[in-house]
């Protein structure tokens, strides 16, 4: 064996030798088999037995191996882990060579590259991305769809700005190269947990960067990421000539920023809680198609800033909003289309099976149905309707593929009966010999079995065996002497005689000669689409479009959206808004809606008081969401929307993934909040929740006062700033630029109710005990909190008084005119609904008023 063995394990450790990184999958008859490191690493990762080649012999080498047609979720799962497979195959048909079959590695499979992979989200892309950074300090980011044809070259500032955007793209797979390649995977690694990181300095391709369209505008570093995406890819797939159907060179500052941690806190595409949450990408996503899917997302994470281009896309948007019957009839005939993108793809590839080009021509048919929809509708959806932008449904494609397959397409080519009767003549005469020949074959059975009188005589054909004559055992022994005997089985004897071996022969004939006429043909179809592949996909990316105002104008229908008007000053005003995921997943409580105005007849920054539970964070998140909506073209979750471009959505909300890295949670909110000091403008939006809760109280209400001075004062950029520290209310009071606002809770009996109403005004007090009742608390617990806070405040002298820590800050002590208590009044007044009141509980208020501020002017002449 071990003789035998050695050509084989030499071909193996080529293969080994020119992809030292990977792990070799090599082919041998119908499994792959892994050896020696290889098998020992991936062995335990895929439950493997790890066994060994040549045992007990000196060149013994473990391995370990999988079914090929498994093999699938095995590659799958290593390079879930990590890894990269290199698949070494078979490059002959065993049966056909003497000696050694021939074995190259076709193919390295990694998770951004394995554009056929079964795993593939229908829904996203399959990003393949490098970031290059050039000795100069410039940073260059490139993305390559290998599945979708599609390239994106991406130019920022620096690499702060390019972890940005390859958090918007989700990729698979990151590149890195140059001097501080190490220290930057590092950091993608943590950036990034779900993608595969490498440092590469493989060849690049600069001759096929330098060919494709606008590359004469990349940067040096933009070419660079270019020219190393597709440099890596021509050598994960070495055997395909990389095909680019759409090249982008994208600028980020055309787009709302979104940090990452905006993305993660408004849970855009992601939900954050462990449980199978909502996302907004959920709520809005009706659209029928795979690319419509994946443009909606990219268009979420990518919202715009040119006023003009949102108003185009919502123009679009209210046109198949206002008209049901047309965005039904649209939809319905994109129900019908498949996933062009990908399709023509394939087809370029010679991957695509009869059952795809069926796709394709169910997917141009549903196109020319659109095509004339579209030619009824308004001019607002023009540039759909309107030649040489307008709709290019390929009628020859359509009508080639119409006149030659049959109604359901096979899967595998080689199954036949791929074509309609009539298409090519030379078929049908093959297919009328084939028929012949069968029936040829019921007359030699009519014939035989009169000639000998064996009336349960056979004629049969068996793959393996072919045709022959079966007798049963009883009747055997009449068989005529001139047929030759070929097998006995247990239900009789099989026999042939040269007629029947002749007709077989004849049959076999017709049938391989149909079946390569099919497949010449084939082939011809297939290349007719494969020259149309270009516009396939243009087609495909037309109707995506299409697909997402239709989705926005359903959703707006469905859900009660408004067009929100985009206005050229930094103005924010909501009325009666909602969050659009909020209100989605509750249905058994009605959503409250909710009114904010930022900086149009109001303060262009609210601080929102309110207890725990009463709802800031929903109202501070729908608020960001309706921009977010608005600029990428959809309508938003209220009764009406006024929205001066957003230039960054900056979020400091709630807890984080970070905690899981070991950072404190005051640490991970500092550092946030740090950034969004750093980069906001005067266009941003800002939405803070909770700042200082890590800290001490006294730090913690120092900052968050501080912090929201800075973004008053110097930002000046829309704002909304949740606490609980009630005492900043009072600083709140005495600024301009700065107005109290607070969710409102009732408490009856020591009991809570939330309203979950926005209303001006300070939060009368925090209620945390009567919360913290509510959630359960021990009913000794909650008394004993309750007795102790009335001791702290009547010896404090009211809740905002020394204890708290605000009396003794330099603001607070500068002369105001009113004291503690009449201000606690008179935030409660602001925050009181005065259509419950009564004359009595007026005058009830209105005593209570003038006696703080008689004690109020008693203690003043005291102090004096
Ligand atoms: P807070 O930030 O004040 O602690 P949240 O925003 O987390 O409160 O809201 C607490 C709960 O109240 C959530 O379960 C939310 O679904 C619900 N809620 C918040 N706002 C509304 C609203 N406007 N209408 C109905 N339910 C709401």
Redesign the pocket.
């Known amino acids: 064996m071990a003789a035998q063995d050695t050509p084989v394990m030499q071909q193996h450790a080529a293969a080994k030798r020119g992809h030292p990184d990977c792990i070799v999958f090599f082919r041998l008859g119908d499994f792959y088999e892994m050896f020696g490191e290889d098998a020992v690493l991936a062995a335990p990762l895929l439950d493997l037995t790890l066994t060994s080649r040549n045992r007990g012999k000196p060149d013994e080498i473990p391995m370990a191996g999988v079914p090929h047609h498994a093999a699938h979720s095995y590659i799958a799962r290593l390079l879930e882990k990590g890894h990269r497979v290199a698949l070494c195959e078979q490059m002959a048909d065993p049966k056909t060579v003497r000696g050694i079959v021939p074995r190259e590695v076709v193919r390295v499979l990694t998770p951004g590259t394995w554009s056929e992979s079964p795993e593939l989200e229908h829904a996203e892309n399959n990003f393949l991305a490098a970031i290059d950074l050039s000795a100069e300090g410039e940073v260059g980011v490139a993305v390559l769809d290998i599945s979708t044809a599609e390239l994106r070259a991406i130019e920022v500032a620096d690499l702060a700005m390019a972890f940005a955007e390859l958090g918007r793209l989700n990729a698979r797979e990151v590149l890195v190269a140059g001097d501080s390649a190490a220290a930057v995977a590092a950091d993608l690694k943590r950036a990034f947990p779900r993608a595969a990181v490498r440092v590469d300095e493989g060849a690049r391709v600069p001759e096929l960067a330098a060919g494709l369209e606008g590359a004469s505008l990349f940067s040096a570093a933009v070419a660079g990421a270019v020219e190393r995406v597709l440099g890596y890819a021509r050598r994960c797939l070495p055997q395909k000539k990389l095909e680019l159907y759409r090249v982008a060179l994208l600028n980020p500052t055309a787009y709302l920023e979104l940090g990452a941690a905006a993305q993660a806190h408004l849970e855009l595409v992601r939900s954050n809680s462990s449980a199978e949450g909502t996302t907004l990408l959920e709520v809005l996503d009706q659209t029928e198609t795979a690319f419509g899917s994946r443009l909606l997302r990219s268009r979420l994470l990518g919202p715009l800033l040119d006023p003009s281009e949102i108003r185009a896309r919502l123009l679009e948007v209210r046109t198949l909003f206002e008209r049901d019957p047309l965005r039904a009839g649209l939809r319905a005939e994109l129900a019908r289309v498949p996933d062009l993108e990908r399709l023509c793809v394939r087809v370029v590839y010679g991957e695509a099976t009869p059952r795809d080009l069926g796709a394709i021509r169910r997917g141009l048919s549903a196109a020319a149905a659109i095509h004339a929809l579209l030619a009824l509708a308004p001019p607002t959806l023009g540039p759909l309707r309107v030649p040489p932008t307008g709709l290019d449904v390929l009628p020859e494609l359509h009508a080639l593929l119409e006149a030659a397959l049959v109604e359901r397409p096979p899967v595998l080519s080689k199954e036949g009966s791929i074509f309609r009767e009539g298409y090519d003549a030379e078929l049908d005469r093959l297919a009328v010999a084939r028929l012949e020949g069968s029936s040829d074959i019921a007359a030699v059975e009519a014939t035989l079995r009169e000639e000998t009188g064996i009336s349960n005589l056979r004629v049969k054909y068996t793959r393996v065996f072919g045709w022959y004559i079966e007798v049963t055992r009883s009747q055997a022994g009449r068989a005529p002497s001139d047929w030759s005997r070929k097998q006995t089985v247990a239900s009789g004897e099989r026999f042939t005689t040269p007629r029947l071996d002749e007709l077989a022969a004849s049959m076999l004939e017709s049938e391989e000669r149909f079946r390569e006429r099919e497949l010449e043909l084939f082939g011809t179809v297939v290349a007719s689409a494969a020259s149309a592949a270009r516009r396939i996909h243009a087609l495909g990316h037309m109707l995506a479009a299409l697909d997402v105002s239709a989705s926005l104008a359903e959703v707006a229908r469905q859900f009660d959206y408004v067009e929100p008007i985009i206005e050229d000053v930094p103005s924010l005003v909501l009325h009666e808004a ?2 659009p995921v ?2 989605r ?2 249905r058994l ?6 009114d904010v105005d930022l900086g149009a007849q109001s303060s262009k920054l609210w601080l929102i008081t ?13 608020t960001a969401l309706a921009v977010v909506m608005a600029q990428m073209g959809s309508f938003v979750a209220a009764k009406s929307a006024r929205i001066g471009i957003v230039d960054k959505v900056l979020s400091r909300l ?1 807890a984080n993934d970070n905690l899981a890295l070991g950072e404190s949670t005051f640490m991970v909110e500092m550092r946030e909040m740090a950034h969004i000091l750093r980069t906001a403008t005067q266009s941003s939006l800002v939405i803070v ?2 700042i200082g809760r890590g800290t001490s109280t006294f730090d913690g209400m120092a900052i968050a006062w501080s912090v929201l001075e800075y973004l008053s004062n110097e930002v000046r950029c829309r704002c909304l700033f ?1 606490t609980h520290y009630q005492e900043l209310t009072a600083e709140a009071a005495r600024s301009s630029a700065v107005e109290n606002h607070s ?1 409102a809770a009732i408490e009856a009996e020591g009991k809570i109710t ?1 309203l ?3 209303q001006p005004g300070a939060a009368a007090r925090s209620y945390g005990v009567s919360v913290a009742e509510l959630a359960g608390l021990p009913a000794r617990v909650v008394g004993g909190a309750r007795s102790r806070l009335a001791e702290l405040e009547s010896s404090a002298g009211g809740r905002t008084g020394a204890a708290s820590g605000v009396a003794e800050s330099p603001a607070a002590s500068t002369a105001r005119g009113l004291n503690e208590a009449e201000l606690e009044l008179l935030s409660e007044l602001g925050a009181a609904h005065l259509d419950s009141w009564n004359g009595l509980k007026a005058l009830e208020f209105l005593h209570a008023l003038q006696e703080a501020s008689g004690r109020g002017a008693a203690a003043r002449a005291k102090r004096s």
């Open positions: 909602r969050h909020v209100e997943m509750n409580e009605r959503f409250v809606p909710n309110g207890p725990n539970m009463a709802g800031k964070s929903t109202f501070l998140r729908q709630g929740d909770e949740a969710v939330f979950h109403r926005v």
